[in-house]
Nanobody
Framework: QVQLVESGGGLVQPGGSLRLSCTAS????????IGWFRQAPGKEREGVSC????????NYADSVKERFIISRDRATNRVYLQINNLKPEDTAVYYC????????????????????WGQGTQVTVFS
């Protein structure tokens, strides 16, 4: 299994931005579809974005389109999730996960296809 580690969470005021990072030790993320999921208190985990082989494969949940940007940096073996214009409803633990399949088209935000998960990073948006 891939050992994933998230970082970059924190406390932010509404309208602020954060960049979350997902990396792996001992594995090359370029070989995997990477997804970002989040779980807010008292709610089920939901998929927010994923990326396959290239930028054109990126997919986003409707609730985060226009504000979230997912990207890969193959040189540093990281996948980033840029979160702009943060809202209180973005408060959650954010997880990255890996899917060993990389499809040619847009990736799918289905939890069942992601086989390895990180421990999560907390994002809290407060006024």
């Amino acid at each position: 299994q891939v050992q994933l580690v998230e970082s970059g969470g924190g406390l932010v005021q509404p309208g602020g931005s954060l960049r979350l990072s997902c990396t792996a030790s001992g594995s090359t993320l370029a070989y995997y579809t990477i997804g970002w999921f989040r779980q807010a208190p008292g709610k089920e985990r939901e998929g927010v974005s994923c990326i396959g082989d290239g930028a054109e494969s990126a997919n986003y949940a409707d609730s985060v389109k226009e504000r979230f940007i997912i990207s890969r940096d193959r040189a540093t073996n990281r996948v980033y999730l840029q979160i702009n214009n943060l809202k209180p409803e973005d408060t959650a633990v954010y997880y990255c996960a890996s899917d060993p399949q990389i499809l040619m088209g847009p990736c799918m935000l289905l939890e069942r296809v992601f086989t390895s998960w990180g421990q999560g990073t907390q994002v809290t948006v407060f006024s």
